[in-house]
C-alpha cells in the first residue's frame, strides 16, 4: 500500500514569510508524529498527534511552529516568520494504534533565504 | 526527558567484516528500541526493533541486543556488504510514544 507521503518536496522561502508543510500519513493510522533533521545531524521530535488532537506538544522549538490534523488524517506543520535557523529536513511518521513501530516520509526540505 | 548517546559517529569496515553501533538511555521506563537506516537523500527506514521484555533479536545479517539494567542497546550487522553503507540511527521509547534519537552513525563499507 501506499506509504507516508509529504508535500512539497522542496521549499525555498525568504526570511520573515509563512510556510505550511503538509503530512499524508498511511491509511489507518491514527498516530501522526513530526521530526525535523538539521544538516547531517539526528531528529529532533516536534509534535505528536492521536487522532486529532496533540497531547504532546513539548518538542515545538517557539511559538512560530504550529501543527493541526483535521478528520484524523491529514495534517500541517506552519511555521511563521521563518528564520534561516529553521532550514532543515521535516519528517513525518505514522503508525498503527497500539503500535511502536513508526513509518517516515521522504520529507520536505526547507530552505530559508 | 529521555536522553539517547550514540557510539560511534562513524565507522569504515572493510566488506566481509562486523559492525556494531552501540546506543545508552536514561530513562529506564523506555520499551521500545527501534533502529532506522536513513541513505542519503532518503528517508529513515525501520530495519529492526527490540522491545524491553526481549534481550536479543535477530533479522538475517543484522541483531539487535539490550541490556535493561545497563540501559544500553546494540546493532550487529554481520557480514557487511557495500549496500550497507548509511546513517543507521537507535531510538527509545517512552510512556508517550515520542521516540528520541540517537545522534547517528554513519556506517562505510569498503568493498
Known amino acids: 500500500g501506499a506509504g507516508v507521503s509529504q508535500s512539497p518536496s522542496n521549499k525555498v522561502t525568504e526570511k520573515g514569510k509563512d510556510v505550511e508543510l503538509r503530512c499524508d500519513p498511511i491509511?489507518?493510522?491514527?498516530?501522526l508524529y513530526w521530526y525535523r533533521q538539521s544538516l547531517g545531524q539526528g531528529l529532533e521530535f516536534l509534535i505528536y498527534?492521536?487522532?486529532?488532537?496533540?497531547?504532546?506538544k513539548s518538542g515545538l522549538p517557539s511559538d512560530r511552529f504550529s501543527a493541526e490534523r483535521t478528520g484524523g488524517s491529514v495534517s500541517t506543520l506552519t511555521i511563521q516568520r521563518t528564520q534561516q535557523e529553521d532550514s532543515a529536513v521535516y519528517l513525518c511518521?505514522?503508525?498503527?494504534?497500539?503500535?511502536?513501530?513508526?513509518?517516515f516520509g521522504p520529507g520536505t526540505r526547507l530552505t530559508v533565504t | 526527558g529521555e536522553n539517547v548517546e550514540q557510539h560511534p559517529s562513524t565507522l569504515s569496515v572493510q566488506e566481509g567484516d562486523s559492525a556494531v553501533i552501540k546506543c545508552t538511555y536514561s530513562?529506564?521506563?523506555?520499551?521500545?528500541f527501534p533502529w532506522y537506516k536513513q541513505e542519503l537523500g532518503k528517508r529513515p527506514q525501520l530495519i529492526i526493533d527490540?522491545?524491553?521484555?526481549?534481550g536479543e533479536k535477530k533479522d538475517q545479517r543484522i541483531a539487535v541486543t539490550l541490556n535493561k539494567t545497563a540501559k544500553h542497546f546494540s546493532l550487529h550487522i554481520t557480514e557487511t556488504q557495500p549496500e550497507d553503507s548509511a546513517v543507521y540511527f537507535c531510538?527509545?521509547?517512552?510512556?508517550?510514544?515520542?521516540?528520541?534519537f540517537g545522534g547517528g552513525t554513519r556506517l562505510m563499507v569498503k568493498p
Open positions: 511518521a505514522s503508525s498503527l494504534i497500539g503500535r511502536y513501530e513508526q513509518y
Open positions: 491509511s489507518g493510522h491514527t498516530a
Open positions: 498527534f492521536q487522532g486529532n488532537s496533540a497531547p504532546d
Open positions: 530513562d529506564s521506563a523506555s520499551n521500545y
Open positions: 527490540i522491545r524491553s521484555n526481549v
Open positions: 531510538a527509545a521509547i517512552n510512556a508517550g510514544n515520542m521516540l528520541t
